[in-house]
């Protein structure tokens, strides 16, 4: 992975480079639309701040977890043994892209997504809140950690999410045979490497349509993910990429005559 100083430069660079993030200069309608409709809309929806406490909450639990590492490890830390609030810290996502994802399914209204990498459950909560009459399912290798997840699940009573354990390498395939609808919708958390990104997103694209949306956790987290997502780019599926920096959103909408990339600043 990147040095904390390598991924400061990449980002400064990202920030001097990328679209304003105003739509302005956007020629792509999609693109304008999903700039103004979702990446910018400002709104506090009915279960953020349920889910932002339960956050908080965890950041205060200092239960040890025994942790089984399927993926490159943590950029903060590479024990096996970890504190809950040491997860919740350092390793879910941010507020502001989990509220994002939450924003896109409650905009884009898929009907079935799947998320690689369920840590704790915050982003699964906000997949899951978004349209409790969708299905969510969700993956993690580590069962200490899909255990708390299960436990946030019942404590905010979300019923729509279906947990799956072990080994990403293992379980996708079968896990993606066994969907009788399209995949609609995926969050690709859980391996920050560069081949098995590349595996995952060619198991997925097989359950996908041209109206499914893929996105891909730190996209710049290292030159491995970086060739990564630029293997996803030209992939002759792919008409469309959005990189926020910190994820990357692909799209497969076919009416996206000419492949486009866009980056934006977020």
Not at 49 to 66: C, F, S, Y
Not at 146 to 153: I, P
Request: hydrophobic share 40%; proline share 2%; with cysteine.
């Amino acid at each position: 992975m990147y040095s904390p100083f390598q991924l400061a430069l990449k980002y400064i660079r990202y920030r001097l480079t990328a679209s304003n993030g105003r739509g302005h200069a956007v020629h792509s309608p999609f693109v304008f639309e999903f700039i103004t409709e979702v990446l910018n809309d400002d709104r506090c929806y009915y279960c953020f701040d349920t889910i932002e406490q339960l956050r908080e909450n965890l950041k205060l639990n200092n239960t040890e977890l025994l942790l089984e590492d399927y993926g490159a490890g943590s950029r903060v830390h590479a024990s096996y043994s970890r504190k809950i609030a040491e997860i919740a810290s350092s390793s879910l996502k941010p507020k502001k892209f989990a509220q994002l994802l939450f924003r896109m399914v409650n905009f884009y209204q898929p009907q079935n997504i799947l998320e690689l990498g369920t840590s704790l459950g915050v982003t699964t909560a906000y997949l899951a809140s978004a349209n409790t009459n969708i299905s969510v399912t969700t993956m993690e290798g580590a069962k200490a950690v899909a255990a708390v997840a299960k436990e946030n699940f019942r404590q905010l009573q979300l019923g729509n999410i279906k947990l799956i354990e072990g080994n990403f390498d293992k379980t996708l395939a079968p896990t993606i045979r066994s969907q009788k609808a399209l995949i609609d919708f995926a969050f690709i958390d859980g391996n920050h490497r560069k081949e098995p990104t590349i595996q995952y997103f060619e198991q997925l694209i097989l359950k996908t349509s041209e109206r499914s949306i893929l996105v891909f956790d730190d996209i710049h987290w290292s030159s491995e993910m970086e060739a990564a997502w630029e293997h996803i780019k030209v992939h002759a599926s792919v008409t469309l990429t959005i990189d926020l920096f910190y994820i990357g959103i692909v799209f497969f909408r076919k009416e996206q005559k000419v492949k486009q990339h866009f980056s934006i600043r977020f």
